[in-house]
């Protein structure tokens, strides 16, 4: 099935401690998102990657970090730095960055982070 | 998963009614509309989307009308559905900028 997977679904932090969030799709989309969305939030963008060894900084990039070293592969670290990670964390991708009907962004099914 | 919608606006439509889910967009300079609809505990679905040079778009049972002049999008539901009980997110979009979302609505369907 063509898509994107997130993993894990559920993951549990430890206050000073780092994690990594995994986003990877075979939509071979060049573009790919991070998004963070709170209760009665919409969603906020993080990062996002127009191409391969390219990445951007969105609206609420501190405390986090990115690579963007193969198409398919856009991990997120979320650092110690980030003060109130908890949060549901949604990936997406586009086939390219310039958005027009037919080519939008695609959704994966999130990872819930919370921090214990 | 704990719900991401708490604390949203709230549609409430009986089944078989028609909804109608509003959002005001904030950039004169958007060009590019689209809806997700999300179920708790899931990513957002890609719904339907209009370009600015369209009013109105349709698509199977839901219907888009945007109004540049007002800076207002609408979505329309014909014979909602349990199943279409979510959370509706708008997004605008300028060429070669990051989309940005809407707070969301919350649409709950009475059976």
């Known amino acids: 099935d063509g898509g994107i997977t997130q993993s894990p679904k559920y993951l549990f932090r430890k206050e000073g401690q780092n994690v990594t969030l995994s986003c990877e799709q075979n939509l071979n989309h060049d573009a790919m998102y991070w998004y963070r969305q709170d209760p009665g939030q919409g969603l906020r963008l993080i990062y996002y990657s127009q191409i391969v060894n390219d990445f951007q900084k969105g609206d609420i990039a501190e405390g986090y970090s990115v690579s963007r070293e193969k198409k398919e592969s856009f991990p997120l670290t979320v650092t110690s730095a980030q003060k109130n990670p908890t949060a549901f964390y949604l990936c997406a991708s586009s086939r390219d960055y310039g958005l027009i009907s037919g080519n939008t962004i695609y959704f994966g099914e999130g990872s819930w982070l919370t921090v214990v | 998963g704990e719900s991401v919608g708490l604390h949203l606006p709230t549609l409430s439509v009986q089944e078989g009614d028609n909804s109608i889910i509003n959002c005001a967009y904030s950039?004169?300079?958007?060009?590019?509309f689209i809806w997700y609809k999300q179920e708790s505990g899931k990513g957002p679905q890609f719904i339907i989307d209009i370009r600015s040079n369209m009013d109105k778009r349709q698509g199977q049972r839901v219907t888009v009308l945007l109004n540049k002049t007002v800076k207002h999008l609408s979505l329309q539901i014909a014979a909602t559905q349990p199943g279409d009980s979510a959370v509706y997110f708008c997004?605008?979009?300028?060429?070669?900028?990051?989309?940005?979302f809407g707070k969301g609505t919350r649409l709950s369907v009475i059976a």
């Open positions: 997004a605008e979009n300028m060429r070669n900028t990051p989309l940005v």
């Open positions: 950039n004169s300079a958007s060009d590019y």
